[in-house]
């Protein structure tokens, strides 16, 4: 499936606050129907990297192209365009805390689609039954454990159907097996609509089960150090930060510098 | 432990923390530590230690005994780990050997994981100049913040006129109610006492001219004019301009103002729109409330104090006032409640993302209302002024 023309491509981004450089020189490319996997210590700018790419903060140098347009070249208009195709979740879920769960997953369907209320409700109740919460749509954000938060908020991501979804540590406060189910409904979704996933994440096992592409983010160097499918990368790469990251810690690669 | 003495006990009482320092010779010293060294403890400072009597000459070398320590918890290792620092910075090797296992291990751990460059934070402050300089910058970004709000406002305001904007109907009716008809008994009861206190002081002064029938025209005029808007003003600058802050504060701090703009709804048609026009509908209403109130006041004082019954007082009033009194007072009251949503919204988009920082926000947004809305009045009174109305 990698063999078609690429989806986002992410050229020579720079990120920086102010004076302050989180990461520079980041070149990759993700393709129609990947996982991809952000990666690193924590604080190397994981989250900053998937905030640039959906449009939240402006790079200080470089380029995000989807489908080969520069998302800050185009004008305002387009980009409303291009944020319609994304779906976002949050590391806390970021529900809309005055509106009831059907009423945040109705608020994008009544922005952009023609559909009536009654259908409207409908989906609504699809989508939290798909993320496990049958029964929840007329609870209110503050009623809900952290966890369900989280599904609630996958299951407004997935509202639209977008084209690419973004995930923020979306197995962060899962418990094992929703996190499972989580995992399964990533690959799910993939197979039957297609949709390319951008996931922020610390899982091992998430990032092997799922991941079929990645970049891995230092700290230290504040850049990347790492690129490709995860399971690729911990049998060839020789760095040592990203292996001891891969293997929860254990011992170096057998041939350094190889 | 089963005694009835120890179970009362929390915490056994441990016992004083003492070292010795037994030199060995060649720039070695023995640190001998006794008793416990516990957080609850005094404990020495390592420079005291390795300034003692016994550690004289060129020290090279500290080693440990441990044979009479009690009981330790971070305490200890506090002390040490301050030991190891000043140990590098005179060239004392530290030999680890006679410490217990577990303060071994955990120093180690503390030690295993280098510190990041660049991440501590410099305590020292700036230069003065560097100060007043990213102070001014600083006012600089927040004037061009604040213009560009306006003028997302205005640009939103002109899409929801031509139809472009959906405005949210039930968010708005929301609002009506909560700065409508909730504010209703906070203003009677301010502009009511407001009306009484103007009657009062003016009754006074005009009693001794034997002109009591002009406090009519005092507090029709006053309240009408400018004064019942500027209460309203204020009550709902404290209201109703920190309920935006904070709402809209606490949004920014949850990301849900960054899930609507990936959305790609704009936060200025969904959030403030409907805000700025609940506001902008009641603040003239409540000011023409207000007004009856602050006249109500006066028409009490009249009464009970002056001995004018209510049907002089009301014709007094009708002919002291014109229908340019009330307009004047409307256009205070809409331009007030077009600076208290948009400050109050304002404070709450810049909120930054944390439990203080909505506090921060909040107050500011009430400040910078008051502040607006004292001298949007002295303005709109010079215009009238010059207009002659």
Request: hydrophobic share 50%; net charge neutral.
């Amino acid at each position: 499936m990698n063999a078609q023309k690429p989806h986002i491509v992410v050229q020579d981004l720079t990120m920086a606050y102010g004076s302050f450089v989180v990461q520079s020189h980041l070149t990759f490319t993700i393709h129609r129907g990947d996982i991809f996997i952000i990666m690193g210590d924590s604080g190397c700018g994981k989250s900053t990297l998937l905030n640039h790419m959906v449009g939240l903060i402006e790079p200080a140098k470089g380029e995000v192209l989807y489908d080969g347009v520069s998302f800050w070249d185009s004008p305002p208009a387009d980009r409303d365009l291009l944020l319609r195709r994304f779906g976002l979740l949050y590391q806390s879920g970021a529900l809309w805390s005055s509106m009831t769960l059907a009423e945040n997953i109705a608020l994008p369907l009544r922005e952009y689609t023609r559909m009536s209320g009654a259908e409207i409700r409908e989906l609504a109740s699809l989508k939290l039954a798909l993320v496990g919460l049958t029964g929840f749509e007329d609870y209110y954000p503050s009623e809900i454990s952290g966890g369900m938060r989280k599904r609630a908020g996958l299951a407004r991501a997935m509202a639209l159907d977008p084209d690419i979804l973004f995930f923020d540590e979306p197995s962060a406060g899962l418990d094992p097996i929703s996190a499972r189910l989580l995992d399964d409904l990533i690959l799910e979704l993939r197979a039957s609509l297609g949709t390319t996933f951008v996931v922020v994440t610390h899982e091992l096992a998430s990032i092997f089960t799922i991941g079929n592409n990645s970049v891995f983010l230092d700290a230290e160097r504040k850049t990347m150090i790492a690129a490709g499918d995860p399971k690729q990368m911990l049998a060839e790469c020789r760095d040592p930060k990203v292996h001891r990251f891969l293997t929860r810690g254990g011992p170096p690669p057998a041939r350094e510098n190889g | 432990m089963t005694s009835s003495a120890d179970r009362n006990q929390i915490q056994p009482a441990s016992s004083r923390c003492c070292w010795t320092v037994e030199p060995e010779g060649n720039g070695t010293i023995r640190l001998l530590f006794e008793g416990d060294w516990k957080l609850d403890q005094t404990l020495p400072k390592p420079a005291e230690i390795l300034a003692s009597d016994a550690a004289e000459g060129t020290l090279r070398k500290v080693r440990f005994d441990c044979r009479a320590l009690a009981g330790w918890d971070s305490g200890l290792l506090v002390f040490l780990r301050d030991l190891d620092r000043i140990a590098g910075q005179r060239r004392i090797e530290i030999d680890r050997a006679g410490l217990p296992e577990g303060v071994r291990k955990l120093l180690d751990l503390a030690a295993a994981v280098p510190e990041r460059k660049g991440a501590r934070r410099s305590v020292e402050r700036d230069p003065f100049l560097d100060r007043v300089g990213a102070t001014a910058m600083a006012l600089g970004k927040s004037a061009a913040q604040t213009f560009t709000f306006i003028g997302e406002c205005t640009v939103a305001l002109g899409r929801l006129v031509t139809g472009k904007a959906r405005l949210q109907r039930s968010d708005l009716l929301v609002f009506i109610e909560d700065c409508g008809v909730s504010a209703l008994p906070i203003v009677t009861l301010l502009s009511m006492l407001f009306g009484l206190i103007l009657a009062f002081i003016g009754a006074v002064q005009l009693m001794m001219f034997g002109a009591q029938i002009y406090v009519a025209d005092l507090v029709g005029i006053a309240v009408v004019r400018v004064m019942g808007a500027v209460m309203c003003g204020i009550i709902m600058a404290g209201r109703t301009g920190a309920a935006f802050a904070a709402q809209l504060g606490t949004m920014q701090v949850n990301q849900e103002i960054d899930a609507l703009k990936t959305l790609g709804i704009s936060p200025i048609e969904f959030l403030v729109l409907p805000r700025l026009l609940a506001l902008c509908l009641m603040m003239p209403l409540l000011c023409l409330y207000a007004d009856l109130m602050g006249i109500a006041g006066g028409l009490i004082v009249a009464v009970w104090m002056l001995d004018i019954n209510v049907v002089q007082y009301l014709n007094q009033t009708l002919h002291a006032l014109n229908m340019s009194h009330f307009l004047v007072g409307v256009a205070h009251a809409l331009v007030f409640g077009v600076l208290i949503a948009l400050f109050g919204c304002l404070k709450g988009i810049q909120c930054g993302r944390s439990a203080s920082a909505v506090g921060e926000a909040t107050t500011s947004a009430v400040v910078a209302c008051i502040v607006a809305i004292v001298v949007s009045t002295a303005l709109i009174t010079f215009i009238c002024n010059v207009l002659k109305v």
